[in-house]
C-alpha cells in the first residue's frame, strides 16, 4: 500500500475512533439522564413508556437527520434501539 494511502487511512480510523468515543460517552450521558425519569415516574406511579413522545422523538430525530445528510431509517432504529433499552431500564427501577 502507498505511504500516502496508509497515512491518511490511519488519520480517517483515528477520526472514527474520536467520534466513537463521543458517541459512547453521549450515551452515557444520555442513560445518567433517563435513569432519573425513570426515578420520577416510579416515584410517581407513570408508566415506563411514553408512546407520544417516543414518537415526538422519532420524528424530531428523522427530520435532524435529514438536515445532516444522515439515513432517516437508519436514525429511527438507532431511536428505537435506545428507546427500548430506555424503557427496560424504567420497567427495572419500577419493580425495585
Known sequence: MDE???AELIALR???DNIDAAVVHMLAE??????????????????PADPAREARQIARLRELAVSAKLDPAF???LLNFVIAEVIRHHET???T
Open 4 to 6: 500516502s494511502v496508509r
Open 14 to 16: 483515528d477520526s472514527i
Open 30 to 47: 444520555r442513560f445518567k439522564c433517563t435513569q432519573r425519569v425513570g426515578r420520577l415516574k416510579a416515584d410517581h406511579d407513570l408508566p
Open 75 to 77: 436514525a429511527e432504529k
Open 93 to 95: 427501577i419500577a419493580r
